[in-house]
């Protein structure tokens, strides 16, 4: 039975992610920044999958050395779904960069001392459209370029995540490192919100589109904090 750690076990995409897992008998770890947060991760995973479920919880934060060896050493594959994602961004760029940046190259770095199979990133399609104004042909030659003045630090920090990523599997090339790394540039995520937990925020905007009620909504997500 090959084992997967999922990084980010308390957000949105990571519960789906582990309970996709879970449903195809995978042995599934999870990292959480805050311990206490695990079992509320766990109730949501077994509401949704209607099951007991048997998921290791390691507390570990991208901008720390402290619990990521533990929670990587044995894996076979890392799905690296961890990072900052502030609807309401207020404050330096540098805080929302960092996690992203540092946190991504730490987990490359001991996926390759542990020798793990596969690691798959999620990116952005923010790293790929905003280059070329206008430019319709997105392929994995095109970068958004993050010295854009005013640039979302969100953007920014997912296109300075994918350049760093791609430039440690270049610097450490091998033909296994390349074919190891697989990153997923997605351009929204959509999914029923049934039983995985999400905020009130996010609650209400999905409260306004199954109303129809779409200048509520427009208005309701830009209020999300």
């Given at each position: 039975?090959?084992?997967?750690?999922?990084?980010?076990?308390?957000s949105?995409?990571?519960?789906?992610?582990?309970?996709?897992?879970?449903?195809?008998?995978?042995?599934?770890?999870?990292?959480?920044?805050?311990?206490?947060?695990?079992?509320?991760?766990?109730?949501?995973?077994?509401?949704?999958?209607?099951?007991?479920?048997?998921?290791?919880?390691?507390?570990?934060?991208?901008?720390?050395?402290?619990g990521?060896?533990?929670?990587?050493?044995?894996?076979?594959?890392?799905?690296?779904?961890?990072?900052?994602?502030?609807?309401?961004?207020?404050?330096?760029?540098?805080?929302?960069?960092?996690?992203?940046?540092?946190?991504?190259?730490?987990?490359l770095?001991?996926?390759?001392?542990?020798?793990?199979?596969?690691?798959?990133?999620?990116?952005?399609?923010?790293?790929?459209?905003?280059?070329?104004?206008?430019?319709?042909?997105l392929?994995?030659?095109?970068w958004?370029?993050?010295?854009?003045?005013?640039?979302?630090p969100?953007i920014?920090?997912?296109?300075?995540k994918?350049?760093?990523?791609?430039?440690?599997?270049?610097?450490?090339?091998?033909?296994?490192?390349?074919?190891?790394?697989?990153?997923?540039?997605?351009?929204?995520a959509?999914?029923?919100?049934?039983?995985?937990?999400?905020?009130?925020?996010?609650?209400?905007?999905k409260?306004?589109?199954?109303?129809?009620?779409?200048?509520?909504?427009?208005?309701?997500?830009?209020?999300?904090?």
């Open positions: 039975m090959k084992n997967i750690l999922v990084t980010g076990g308390t949105y995409i990571g519960k789906h992610c582990i309970a996709e897992l879970l449903k195809k008998e995978y042995n599934v770890r999870t990292t959480v920044r805050d311990i206490k947060k695990a079992e509320s991760a766990r109730t949501d995973i077994n509401k949704y999958l209607k099951k007991d479920t048997n998921i290791e919880f390691f507390e570990a934060d991208l901008l720390k050395e402290k990521w060896n533990k929670a990587i050493v044995d894996c076979d594959a890392i799905m690296h779904v961890a990072g900052p994602y502030p609807l309401n961004f207020d404050g330096p760029e540098e805080d929302q960069i960092k996690p992203h940046e540092e946190g991504t190259i730490r987990i770095k001991l996926a390759k001392l542990n020798n793990v199979d596969r690691v798959v990133l999620t990116s952005s399609i923010a790293a790929v459209w905003m280059g070329v104004p206008g430019d319709k042909d392929d994995e030659s095109k958004t370029n993050e010295n854009t003045k005013h640039i979302d969100y920014k920090s997912k296109t300075i994918e350049k760093a990523a791609w430039d440690y599997v270049l610097k450490n090339k091998s033909t296994d490192s390349q074919k190891n790394v697989v990153i997923a540039n997605s351009g929204m959509i999914s029923t919100a049934q039983q995985i937990s999400l905020s009130d925020g996010l609650f209400k905007a409260e306004s589109i199954e109303s129809g009620n779409a200048l509520n909504t427009f208005e309701t997500l830009k209020k999300l904090s």
